[in-house]
């Protein structure tokens, strides 16, 4: 259920610098010249994702970078009994909700997935410390008898920063995609 349509990628994208004090990061972690890793560039990621009850993923086709989000508010399960067939919430992602980034080796083989080829590694991540997220969900009707509910997410950015430690901050001032929700691997 890889490469569903992305909705837009308006302004996606800058560095804005270290969110913390360059002086509390040691060499290792910023390479041997002292300087920050450098931001990713975001405009890589096209392949949407999903799963769960609400899991939302935006990967590079090579499987090196990766944007994660994910809330546990039962948003699927909320749009299945709405006499709508949909539910929605507005985050703060600095404190609800969470929203990250992956750079590393295989890192999109590793949501949403029980069956790992063992290559998979993280070797830098970035989380939201501040931005908005505004996630709709809207059910196709149905349930599974394990207790999953089927249906489309649509997941809005607006103005997150992501911040690692020894690497620049990412910026995204507005990103949006959909993807199917709704189901476990397995």
């Not at 405009?43 to 935006?58: K, R």
Request: proline share 4%.
């Amino acid at each position: 259920m890889r490469s569903l349509a992305l909705l837009g990628l308006a302004g996606l994208v800058a560095c804005v610098g270290p969110h913390d004090s360059a002086d509390s990061v040691d060499s290792a972690e910023t390479g041997d010249s002292g300087e920050l890793v450098a931001a990713p560039d975001l405009a890589v990621l096209v392949d949407a994702s999903g799963c769960g009850d609400v899991q939302m993923v935006l990967g590079d086709p090579g499987g090196e970078l990766l944007l994660l989000f994910s809330y546990n508010g039962g948003l699927a399960q909320a749009a299945y009994e709405s006499e709508a067939g949909q539910a929605g919430v507005e985050l703060e992602l600095a404190v609800e909700g969470s929203l990250e980034l992956w750079r590393g080796t295989s890192v999109t083989n590793i949501p949403c997935n029980d069956a790992l080829n063992g290559d998979e590694e993280v070797l830098q991540s970035w989380l939201a410390v501040q931005g908005s997220a505004i996630v709709e969900v809207v059910s196709d009707g149905t349930t599974e008898p394990w207790g999953e509910y089927p249906g489309t997410a649509t997941l809005e950015l607006s103005d997150v920063v992501l911040s690692s430690e020894g690497a620049e901050d990412v910026a995204i001032e507005s990103l949006s995609w959909s993807a199917h929700v709704g189901w476990l691997p397995g």
